[in-house]
């Protein structure tokens, strides 16, 4: 206990000493004059009252001894409790300094709180335990706030360091050859810090396709479908309405689809169509999907008679698609993004052959023998120009966490 304290605590019991003492003259000297004993000249009046008056002070003395000795009670208590009051305030702030923290959304109320509770308990107390526990308290809340300042700014900066991220996977993934391939190895440094980030997830997926692409090995083909198939189904899993997350994960469908059983290539077929419906569904103006909904279709409307039966057999109604369902798809991406991709103008060709216009395929065919002719860097400037030029038509803006 402080020297203030001790000072202070003794004042108090030697003025209750001094009261007491004071009170047992005053009894005495009242009672001499009562009964005559003793020197002085006694008030008449006294004398008059009588008993009753007698019964009336001696009623108003054992009160006032009561209070007394309640009095020495309250000191000798608060005497015992001192040495642990810091203890106790203490637990109490730790205990309100733990809910704060599992309430992040309401962190300036607590700390109000805090403050108004510390000046009620601080108004029983001296001006100098008030002022040590204000202080105490004062400079806890501090320290909370510095520490969750410095929270925002990790998290802030985490966030930066994903973004510097993606946009380095953008733009591996429009290069080509070994540089492209740098992608998947680049994604993968920052795997444990950003596993729970659906942009970075998908993004990740889409670097497994383009590692499936760029490898010759058929086995190394296959682990990067099935790994990239993976990563994909938990991008969804975290943000279902991520249109992107369900595009490359039927994209790794499809590639996997090359390495499996007729049963799970029926099956693969079909994950491929549903997620590739809600890609489309979530963003209608990637030209990117409708190119892989026309390649579905047209190669559904190629089956044979034994693969149909064979996918009625396993899954009870087979996938049904034309070539004017393919046909529509290959329009679809050329009105989103006029040029959009040789292959889109070789599957027109192809649709337009099959459907016996011969003039319309030898003019998707001369389109195609066209952008064959420009260079590979031109072809990476027009792309990122048509993706610049699509979301400004159709303002995209992505689902949040996407």
Known sequence: ???????????????????????????????????????????????????????????????LI???????????????ALPHLQDHVRDELRERAGSRRASPYNRTT????????????????????????????????DSEEEGQREEDCQAQERVDELTVLLRRADGLHESRGAQKMEGLPTLLERREEFDQKCQYLWRLTRAYADAHDLTADSLEKKTYAEKGKQVGAQAISLNPLCAESHQW??????????????QNKIKNGYLFKDHLDKAIELNPHDPLSYYLMGRWCYAVAQCTWIERKIAAALFGEPPSASIGDA???????????????????????KCY???????????????????????????????????TRIQKQHKVHHPVGT
Request: glycine residues 10%; aromatic residues 6%; hydrophobic residues 35%.
């Open 66 to 80: 009561q209070c007394v000795s309640e009095l020495k009670e309250e000191v000798r208590a608060l005497k015992d």
């Open 110 to 141: 607590p700390t109000r709180r805090k403050r108004s509770s510390g000046v009620v308990r601080a108004e029983g107390l001296s001006s100098e335990e008030g002022e040590s526990e204000g202080g105490y308290m004062t400079a806890l809340t």
């Open 327 to 349: 046909l529509q798809n290959f329009q679809k991406a050329e009105e989103i993004c006029p040029k959009y991709s040789k292959f889109n103008y070789v599957f027109l060709a």
């Open 353 to 387: 052959k099959d459907l016996g216009q011969k003039s319309q395929a030898k003019m998707m065919c001369d389109c195609a023998s066209a952008m064959g002719l420009v260079s590979k860097e031109g072809q990476q400037q027009t792309s990122k120009q048509n993706k």
């Open 1 to 63: 206990m402080a020297q203030a304290d001790g000072k202070a605590l003794a004042l108090g019991v030697l003025a209750g000493a001094a009261g007491i003492s004071l009170a047992a003259v005053w009894y005495q000297s009242r009672r001499a004059m009562t009964t005559g004993e003793g020197p002085g000249t006694c008030c008449p009046a006294l004398y008059a009252s009588g008993s009753a008056g007698q019964a009336e002070v001696l009623q108003q003395l054992t009160s």
């Open 249 to 262: 994960y039927a994209i790794l469908c499809g590639l996997l689809s090359e390495y499996e059983s007729v």
